[in-house]
């Protein structure tokens, strides 16, 4: 019975309807009460979560519910409770809720909890933190799973559990490192391999290598993927087998064959109304027909994509998503609709760092306080010891009428001591305060100030309506994906410091330029001129692209993209919020991606009288300019030739 359970657990992912029947079969034959029946009626729940049955599902969680109370079984309900729950959020794409159901692991005592449904609830929390965009999360959740695995001699599940480290990794960017959790799960599974389990190895070998220059592995990895979904009798496999190989296709630019196997996979998908695997092919139909020139049509297709996406809470993918649609509407001339579609994916983007920056700050929060109690209790300690010591000093006096006097002396050299220490006390702490508030308000790698100390003190650049006086550019480091992919991270982290510098030479001390985030940096300068933002426009791109940048033997070529606008806004002195104006700096800068890179296009009029107005012009920059509306002012970087 426990190696039939255990085949269950590898494979029936593949064919839910037929193994859900195959497992009530099982549990019919198990005693009532025992570990093997409990085991059978949670991967139940798992499959009929697969294929969202809801009537299924709801019978096998009641099944868990009515557990016998005199089964010593009974203590493991809550986990199978758990694990069936976020496995049904899963499924139906509501991954925080998942999150937060999975949250009770930590309530466990995970050394009495049952081995398999502990691992199998562990790896799940880790991919829900992975697709949620917890990357870090998701990393130390599933780094559990695979110890778990370990220590039941289990090499399929540690296989299983590595594989989807190595897709965390691989989504924080860390490909190297992906590579690497890949090999070993690869020399894993050949150990004891099964259909799915190759299935999931080879898919994975696809994706950590999408990015390289040379394509065999990733074509190898999805050929290989779709034989195994194949072998394993198993559309659901099929389906993303088919929708990862027209994703390759899609980077080849074989766009009439990447529609081919996504309209497959989604014809697939839609049979087995499975939802993961429709947002993919959707997408994949989407952009291979807008590489064909099917713009409105693919749009739409991508749209219904990012929709669904969005109602799962996957930030993440979904402002991947409006990325990959921004790149492919740029490649088939639709400016305006890319620049819209990168706007968008840097708003979703910023809401992701917002959120992690805020869960950041509350932590060093939680840190800082800490600290701060432990100081109170050696002052207090130190208070408490005073007072004993005057306690001691009375008993004298009734004793001692005598040497009154030098009991009060002492008593007060004891104070006077204390106090001198509660004094260098304050003042310590109060030099640690502003260190951590310095700290807290710079970027590590670069020296720059962050966002936080850019929203701190940004209120003193508006004026009393709230409006921002001054000249705003958001600069962004053209392809530094690329840089990271070609040359490595470190070189990346060199590039960022070297632009930082390079900035800070062409700026003045009174002038305020932040990391904005990832590869992204704002500017704000007190001059309220077009003319001068101008001339520090050209100036900012002749210096950062004018020379490549050295690291050890390497030299990276740099050019950025830049927005700029100056405010208040010509011809009728209207000026923006802080916030809307550096909305109308990032549109303009990604106007500069979409039409060529490094450039930098400028706002130097909106013919607006009132701010409702000038924001609407704002939100159709590009047609508003192209009526009229809008004066643009466009300059261009150094060109390739003259980088030498």
């Given at each position: 019975?426990a190696?039939e359970?255990?085949?269950q657990?590898?494979?029936g992912?593949?064919q839910?309807?037929?193994?859900v029947?195959q497992l009530?079969?099982?549990e019919?034959r198990?005693?009532?009460g025992?570990a093997e029946?409990?085991?059978?009626?949670?991967?139940?729940?798992?499959?009929?979560?697969?294929?969202r049955?809801?009537?299924?599902?709801?019978a096998a969680?009641?099944?868990?519910?009515t557990?016998p109370?005199?089964?010593p079984?009974?203590?493991?309900?809550?986990?199978?409770l758990?694990?069936?729950?976020a496995?049904w959020?899963?499924?139906?794409g509501?991954?925080?809720?998942?999150?937060?159901v999975?949250?009770g692991?930590?309530?466990?005592?995970?050394?009495?909890?049952e081995p398999?449904?502990?691992?199998?609830?562990?790896?799940?929390?880790?991919?829900?933190?992975s697709?949620?965009?917890?990357?870090?999360a998701?990393?130390?959740?599933?780094?559990?799973?695979?110890?778990?695995?370990?220590?039941?001699?289990?090499?399929?599940?540690?296989?299983t559990?590595?594989?989807?480290l190595?897709?965390?990794?691989?989504?924080?960017?860390?490909?190297?490192?992906?590579k690497?959790?890949l090999?070993?799960?690869m020399?894993?599974?050949?150990?004891?391999p099964?259909?799915?389990?190759?299935?999931?190895?080879?898919?994975m070998?696809a994706?950590v290598?999408?990015?390289?220059?040379?394509t065999?592995?990733n074509?190898?990895?999805g050929?290989?993927?779709l034989?195994?979904a194949q072998e394993?009798?198993?559309?659901?496999?099929?389906?993303?087998?088919l929708?990862?190989?027209?994703?390759?296709?899609?980077r080849q630019?074989?766009?009439?064959?990447?529609?081919?196997?996504?309209?497959?996979?989604?014809?697939?998908?839609l049979?087995?109304?499975d939802i993961?695997?429709?947002?993919?092919?959707?997408?994949?139909?989407g952009?291979?027909?807008?590489?064909?020139r099917?713009l409105?049509?693919?749009?739409r297709d991508?749209?219904?994509?990012?929709?669904v996406?969005?109602?799962?809470?996957?930030?993440?993918?979904t402002?991947?998503?409006?990325?990959?649609?921004?790149?492919y509407?740029e490649?088939?001339?639709d400016i305006?609709g890319?620049?819209?579609?990168?706007h968008?994916?840097?708003?979703?983007?910023?809401?992701v760092?917002?959120?992690e920056?805020?869960k950041a700050?509350?932590?060093?929060?939680?840190?800082?306080?800490d600290?701060?109690?432990?100081r109170e209790i050696?002052?207090?300690?130190?208070?408490?010891?005073?007072?004993a010591?005057?306690?001691?000093n009375r008993?004298?006096?009734?004793?001692l009428?005598?040497?009154?006097g030098?009991?009060v002396?002492l008593?007060?050299?004891?104070?006077?001591?204390?106090?001198?220490r509660?004094r260098?006390?304050?003042?310590?702490?109060?030099?640690t305060?502003?260190s951590?508030?310095?700290?807290?308000?710079?970027?590590p790698l670069t020296?720059?100030?962050?966002?936080?100390?850019?929203?701190?003190?940004?209120?003193a650049w508006c004026d009393?309506q709230?409006g921002?006086r001054?000249?705003l550019?958001?600069?962004?480091?053209d392809?530094?994906k690329?840089?990271?992919?070609?040359?490595?991270?470190?070189?990346g982290?060199?590039?960022?410091?070297?632009?930082?510098?390079r900035?800070?030479?062409v700026?003045?001390?009174?002038?305020?330029?932040?990391?904005?985030?990832?590869e992204e940096f704002l500017?704000l300068?007190?001059?309220e001129?077009?003319e001068?933002?101008?001339?520090?426009?050209?100036?900012?791109?002749d210096q950062l692209?004018?020379?490549?940048v050295?690291?050890?033997?390497?030299?990276?070529?740099v050019?950025a993209?830049?927005?700029?606008?100056?405010f208040p806004?010509?011809?009728?002195g209207?000026t923006?919020e802080w916030?809307r104006?550096?909305?109308m700096?990032d549109?303009?800068?990604?106007?500069?991606?979409?039409?060529?890179?490094?450039?930098a296009?400028?706002?130097?009029a909106?013919?607006?009288t009132?701010r409702e107005?000038?924001?609407a012009?704002a939100g159709?920059m590009?047609?508003?300019?192209?009526q009229?509306?809008?004066d643009?002012?466009?300059l261009?970087?150094?060109?390739?030739?003259?980088?030498?």
């Amino acid at each position: 019975m426990a190696l039939e359970l255990e085949q269950q657990e590898r494979i029936g992912a593949a064919q839910p309807q037929e193994h859900v029947q195959q497992l009530l079969a099982l549990e019919a034959r198990l005693p009532a009460g025992s570990a093997e029946r409990m085991e059978a009626v949670s991967q139940r729940a798992a499959l009929l979560a697969q294929i969202r049955d809801r009537t299924g599902h709801e019978a096998a969680i009641e099944t868990l519910k009515t557990w016998p109370d005199s089964s010593p079984l009974r203590a493991q309900v809550p986990l199978a409770l758990m694990l069936a729950k976020a496995q049904w959020l899963k499924n139906n794409g509501q991954l925080g809720a998942g999150i937060r159901v999975l949250a009770g692991l930590g309530e466990l005592d995970v050394t009495t909890a049952e081995p398999r449904m502990l691992y199998r609830a562990t790896l799940l929390r880790g991919y829900l933190q992975s697709d949620y965009g917890e990357v870090d999360a998701s990393v130390d959740s599933v780094g559990k799973a695979i110890e778990q695995a370990r220590a039941m001699g289990s090499t399929w599940r540690a296989a299983t559990a590595q594989v989807t480290l190595a897709f965390s990794y691989f989504r924080a960017q860390q490909v190297d490192h992906a590579k690497q959790i890949l090999d070993e799960a690869m020399t894993a599974a050949q150990l004891d391999p099964d259909p799915v389990l190759l299935y999931n190895v080879y898919t994975m070998l696809a994706i950590v290598h999408s990015q390289d220059a040379d394509t065999s592995l990733n074509k190898l990895g999805g050929e290989q993927a779709l034989r195994y979904a194949q072998e394993a009798r198993s559309r659901y496999l099929e389906a993303l087998a088919l929708g990862n190989l027209a994703d390759f296709e899609l980077r080849q630019e074989n766009y009439s064959r990447a529609l081919d196997l996504s309209q497959r996979a989604n014809v697939l998908a839609l049979q087995l109304h499975d939802i993961h695997t429709e947002i993919l092919a959707r997408q994949n139909m989407g952009l291979a027909k807008i590489g064909l020139r099917r713009l409105e049509e693919g749009k739409r297709d991508v749209m219904q994509a990012i929709t669904v996406d969005a109602q799962r809470e996957a930030s993440s993918y979904t402002a991947d998503s409006w990325l990959e649609l921004g790149r492919y509407l740029e490649k088939a001339d639709d400016i305006a609709g890319a620049v819209d579609a990168y706007h968008r994916s840097r708003q979703l983007f910023d809401a992701v760092l917002r959120d992690e920056t805020r869960k950041a700050m509350l932590e060093a929060q939680a840190r800082f306080e800490d600290q701060q109690r432990q100081r109170e209790i050696r002052l207090l300690n130190q208070d408490n010891s005073l007072k004993a010591e005057q306690i001691r000093n009375r008993d004298l006096q009734l004793k001692l009428w005598a040497e009154v006097g030098v009991g009060v002396l002492l008593s007060g050299a004891l104070l006077a001591a204390a106090y001198r220490r509660v004094r260098r006390t304050n003042a310590a702490l109060a030099q640690t305060n502003e260190s951590l508030r310095v700290q807290s308000e710079r970027d590590p790698l670069t020296g720059l100030a962050n966002r936080r100390h850019f929203q701190k003190d940004v209120q003193a650049w508006c004026d009393a309506q709230q409006g921002l006086r001054g000249s705003l550019f958001l600069i962004d480091i053209d392809h530094f994906k690329r840089i990271n992919d070609q040359w490595g991270h470190a070189a990346g982290d060199s590039v960022l410091v070297e632009v930082a510098r390079r900035l800070r030479s062409v700026l003045r001390e009174q002038d305020l330029v932040v990391r904005w985030g990832g590869e992204e940096f704002l500017i704000l300068v007190r001059s309220e001129n077009t003319e001068d933002a101008r001339l520090l426009a050209q100036r900012l791109l002749d210096q950062l692209g004018g020379l490549p940048v050295d690291h050890g033997p390497l030299s990276i070529p740099v050019s950025a993209s830049i927005g700029f606008a100056s405010f208040p806004m010509a011809p009728s002195g209207l000026t923006l919020e802080w916030e809307r104006a550096v909305d109308m700096a990032d549109t303009v800068m990604y106007m500069s991606k979409a039409h060529g890179r490094n450039k930098a296009y400028g706002v130097a009029a909106i013919k607006a009288t009132t701010r409702e107005e000038l924001l609407a012009l704002a939100g159709r920059m590009e047609s508003a300019w192209h009526q009229g509306q809008v004066d643009l002012i466009s300059l261009l970087g150094p060109q390739m030739e003259e980088r030498t």
